[in-house]
């Protein structure tokens, strides 16, 4: 006899959407996705131009083309542009806005 175990209540299909003001953003929180925002974002690891760039590359990954495009138009300051890199990841890996600011506190700085 066969053993089952049935997980599909404990796998979420929520939409992920940040907020900010009237503007919202999807967010792609598929696993591919955000392993590809994860290795984008290792360069952050050197620090200076290669990390901001780095960042940016994170956010496209994760909030497409568009709405890349969308926040950039949105002409913020340096460190709600970074609150927004914080939520955003937050939001993708399933944590809170706390924890991500731990673990993403070099950028930050």
């Known amino acids: 006899m066969a ?3 049935d997980i599909t209540s404990k796998l ?8 900010i003001g009237g503007q919202e953003f999807r967010i792609d929180d598929t696993k591919n996705t955000v ?31 568009e709405g890349a495009k969308k926040l950039d138009s949105m002409n913020l300051n340096f460190k709600n542009y970074q609150n927004v890199f914080i939520a955003v990841m937050s939001l993708a ?3 809170s806005y706390e ?6 506190q070099h950028t930050s700085k």
């Open 93 to 95: 890996s399933g944590t």
């Open 3 to 5: 053993t089952v175990l």
């Open 35 to 65: 392993m590809k925002a994860m290795a984008a974002m290792e360069s952050t690891e050197e620090g200076g131009a290669a990390g901001f760039v780095a960042i940016d590359k994170a956010l496209e990954i994760l909030i497409g083309k």
């Open 12 to 19: 979420q299909q929520e939409e992920k959407v940040l907020k």
């Open 99 to 104: 924890e991500a600011e731990k673990r993403f």
